[in-house]
């Protein structure tokens, strides 16, 4: 019953930034651990990143750290991407996840993901 949906992606050049976010429709947002994963056509499914429910802890992945941040504002329900120092490999469809175990989210099997926005880099 959570939809969630993603916004922000576009076409950028290599080095530039994007910032996505997700939109969660769900009262008890605060309690969902959320996440951001992205895929290229023809390839799996790769984890982006994490925040917890509260949003005092996150996680990235070692391809995106120091590059992008994970924010959450649980009073509007939302969830944002901040991605930076953009590279080519960073072009795929972006998802992102909600689970109220954090485990299950990272491991990819949350219940809840959202439609997906794209992203591309140009060089």
């Known amino acids: 019953q959570v939809q969630l949906v993603e916004s922000g992606g576009g076409l950028v050049q290599a080095g530039g930034s994007l910032r996505l976010s997700c939109t969660a429709s769900?009262?008890?947002?605060?309690?969902?651990?959320m996440g951001w994963f992205r895929q290229a056509p023809g390839q799996e499914r790769e984890f982006v990143g994490a925040i917890s429910w509260g949003g005092s802890n996150t996680y990235y992945s070692d391809s995106v750290k120091g590059r992008f941040t994970i924010t959450r504002d649980n009073a509007k329900n939302t969830m944002s991407l901040q991605m930076n120092s953009l590279k080519p490999e960073d072009t795929a469809v972006y998802h992102c996840a909600a689970d109220t175990d954090f485990r299950t989210l990272w491991r990819g099997s949350s219940l809840y993901w959202g439609q997906g926005t794209q992203v591309t880099v140009s060089s």
């Open positions: 769900v009262r008890t947002f605060s309690s969902y651990n």
